[in-house]
Nanobody, 121 residues
Framework: QVELVESGGGLVQTGGSLRLSCAAS???????MGWFRQAPGKEREFVAG???????YYGDSVKGRFTISRDNAKNTAYLQMNSLKPDDTAIYFC????????????????WGQGTQVTVSS
């Protein structure tokens, strides 16, 4: 069993930056780690993923602005978010998957509780 805890959310102005962290309770170096987000009234959306080989994947809406990374020694994944827009406002969730990367959220095995990101205009 892996527990995930997100941190780093908050309120930021348009154009600002935030860095989210996802700390895992167990060893996750062989897992795919993903970030998803859900805005009010919308379905959960894939944001970014990093697999066990450190290959990176991004949703179209965040390419060039967000960067996912991981520190296997700390069992922590990160999401650096730059050039934030009001449309980025959502609850951001970290997820872990035992197998290869996939962007479909239903195929992830473990989830954090989420952290709120609010971008003001």
């Amino acid at each position: 069993q892996v527990e995930l805890v997100e941190s780093g959310g908050g309120l930021v102005q348009t154009g600002g930056s935030l860095r989210l962290s996802c700390a895992a309770s167990g060893r996750t170096s062989s897992y795919t780690m993903g970030w998803f987000r859900q805005a009010p009234g919308k379905e959960r959306e894939f944001v970014a993923g990093i697999d066990r080989s450190a290959i990176l994947y991004y949703g179209d809406s965040v390419k060039g602005r967000f960067t996912i990374s991981r520190d296997n020694a700390k069992n922590t994944a990160y999401l650096q978010m730059n050039s934030l827009k009001p449309d980025d406002t959502a609850i951001y969730f970290c997820a872990a998957r035992r197998s290869a990367f996939i962007s479909y959220d239903a195929n992830y095995d473990y989830w954090g509780q989420g952290t709120q990101v609010t971008v003001s205009s």
